[in-house]
């Protein structure tokens, strides 16, 4: 005669906590950190992604990277002053001075940190002006076209034959000689290239597919221009904003060459007119304009390097003819 088992009731949460004292419930997660730790970290996987997409667009980046961290970290690590005479006039490197000094005995290599903050910074921020005006100009005059066209194609046609570099001489010696006025000197007279080739672009998508549904949906105007039409956009006008800085980069150096520079600021071209006025050449001192000249020359580089590597991405052209090229490399070696 077999007994009847009964199953054992299963012991829950509540039971356990009661018998042990130990709850198993797991611990409560924060969700909130986690989605914000999971998008930084996709946004870094994408940025690294963009920047190792190209061999030229990584040398690029590392150069413009180590500039710019130069002009973020360099100010706040040397704390000397740019500026202090010292009784070493004009001395070569060496331990006590890595980039000598000049005719006032001041650090050469304390001058270029400092100087590379304001060249750097009044660069990009020139750059970053004349794109604004360059996008605002070229595609709301490409999109809407008509009577609003013509007037921006006029006054782009008007600056376009303004001589730049004469215009921004006098006006920087007629108003002051500040970073501020030739930053904007330099915006208001270097933006209608880049508004010429957005106008181009944006009058052929105007008229696609996408362009087309969004005005049928009822899309505001802004929305279509800077919300549809721009992120198509966002090659030629990253290549256009790199090119413009470059010309920013040089335009702005020139000008503080030649003396309309700010007196109360060090910067790399205010470093070559102190060289200049100072007969640095005649003195063999090479310590003294050499630095900021390569410092020119190497941002320079790093910025047509991230353009070219823009360029042989965006454009499948370009893509094929590299291909065509390796190909036929590997073809005569073998």
């Not at 969700?31 to 997409?53: D, N, P, Y």
């Not at 900021?292 to 454009?315: R, S």
């Amino acid at each position: 005669m077999t007994m009847k088992q009964t199953p054992l009731p299963p012991i829950s949460a509540t039971t356990a906590d009661k018998a042990g004292g130990v709850s198993a419930m797991p611990p409560r997660q924060s969700g909130g950190m986690t989605r914000v730790f999971t998008g930084i970290r996709q946004a870094l996987r994408r940025c690294w992604g963009m920047v190792t997409i190209n061999r030229k667009v990584t040398a690029g980046s590392i150069i413009v990277a180590i500039f710019i961290l130069v002009a973020i970290i360099g100010p706040i690590v040397i704390r000397q002053n740019p500026f202090a005479y010292t009784k070493d006039l004009v001395q070569p490197p060496s331990s006590a001075h890595w980039l000598g000094t000049n005719q006032g005995g001041q650090d050469v290599f304390v001058q270029l940190v400092v100087g590379t903050r304001n060249s750097v910074m009044w660069a990009f921020i020139t750059g970053l002006m004349v794109m604004v005006i360059s996008i605002a100009v070229g595609l709301v005059g490409g999109y809407l076209g008509g009577i609003v066209d013509d007037a921006l194609s006029v006054i782009t046609n008007v600056f376009l034959v303004v001589p730049a570099f004469p215009l921004a001489v006098v006006a920087v010696e007629y108003f002051n000689r500040s970073s501020l006025t030739i930053a904007i000197i330099v915006a208001l007279t270097n933006w209608p290239w880049g508004a010429r080739v957005l106008r181009a672009q944006t009058l052929s998508m105007r008229n696609r597919e996408f362009v087309t549904a969004s005005r049928a949906v009822g899309e505001k105007t802004w929305r279509i221009i800077f919300l549809e039409i721009l992120p198509n956009e966002i090659a030629i006008v990253a290549a256009s904003f790199i090119t413009t800085t470059i010309q920013v980069l040089l335009a702005v150096a020139a000008l503080e060459f030649l003396g309309f520079g700010e007196n109360q600021t060090i910067s790399w071209g205010t470093m070559l007119y102190d060289a200049q006025t100072g007969s640095a050449l005649f003195q063999v001192a090479w310590w003294w304009f050499a630095p900021p000249g390569l410092c020119i020359a190497l941002l320079g580089a790093g910025l047509a390097l991230l353009n070219f590597g823009i360029d042989e991405v965006a454009d499948p052209r370009l893509r094929q003819l590299k291909r065509r090229v390796r190909r036929g490399k590997a073809v005569a070696a073998a």
